[in-house]
């Protein structure tokens, strides 16, 4: 069974905190994908990374880091120095590697981030 | 152009309308998606367009009928609707394959938001 679990359902910080987003995922593929997507309250989802399972190296972008262990089944995102245009849901997601069902996106159930000025 | 447009905004049926969401993309992109939203619950896909051509149904009741007219447009065609299926309707894009060996991100539209009476 493929499965992604964002155990943390709301959070709120103050503005310029760090904030980490946890993701821990089940899947007995060796080779998937992992993604987040921020959904601010216009709803469009936003996409901001993708990953595949051979590729644990960290990334930074600005203020946004992403942390792949595979050992752990975990991809957490963390926002430094958070600021309110961060309020969003967040989503963590896994697409499976075959071309018959890599579009079949299983998203997370979102952790919904608010920060407060 | 990077945008997903997605008409009406807002939309209010009764049980027995029909009445259509419209999805539209200018990217060049040859796979067009419908995911539902429910609120504060992850997007759930619902079918998956490929080169104009249906991929996959998620075993989507009948009185939710996709279709593809050309490479740049999506419609959803409502008929018979039922109050549990109101929600946010999401339509996204993406090109089709893999890209260093990573699926393309999906762009999102903003919704349709749909309350049946």
């Known amino acids: 069974a493929q499965k992604v679990t964002q155990a943390q359902t709301e959070i709120s910080v103050v503005e310029k905190e760090d904030v980490t987003l946890d993701c821990v995922y089940e899947t007995r593929d060796t080779t998937y994908y992992l993604f987040w997507y921020k959904q601010p309250p216009s709803g469009e989802l936003v996409f901001l990374i993708r990953r595949n399972s051979f590729d644990e190296q960290n990334e930074i972008s600005g203020r946004y880091s992403w942390n792949f262990q595979k050992s752990t089944s975990s991809f957490n995102f963390t926002i430094t120095a958070s600021q309110v245009v961060d309020s969003a849901v967040y989503f963590c997601a896994l697409r499976p590697w075959m071309k018959t069902s890599y579009d079949k996106v299983i998203f997370g159930p979102g952790t919904s981030l608010s920060v407060i000025p | ?117």
């Not at chain 2, 807002?10 to 060049?28: A, I």
């Not at chain 2, 997007?43 to 593809?68: A, H, Q």
Request: glycine share 6%; charged share 20%.
């Open chain 2, 1 to 117: 152009d990077t945008e997903v447009t997605q008409t009406p905004k807002h939309l209010v049926m009764g049980m027995t309308n029909k009445k259509s969401l419209k999805c539209e993309q200018h990217m060049g992109h040859r796979a067009m998606y419908w995911y539902k939203q429910k609120a504060k619950k992850p997007p759930e896909l619902m079918f998956v367009y490929s080169y104009e051509k249906l991929s996959i149904n998620e075993s989507v009741p009948s009185r939710f009928s996709p279709e593809c007219p050309n490479s740049s447009l999506l419609n959803l065609h409502l008929h018979a609707l039922q109050p549990e299926d109101s929600a946010l309707y999401l339509c996204a894009s993406s090109q089709e394959g893999l890209a260093g060996g990573l699926p393309y991100e999906q762009y999102f539209g903003p919704g349709t938001r749909l309350t049946v009476t």
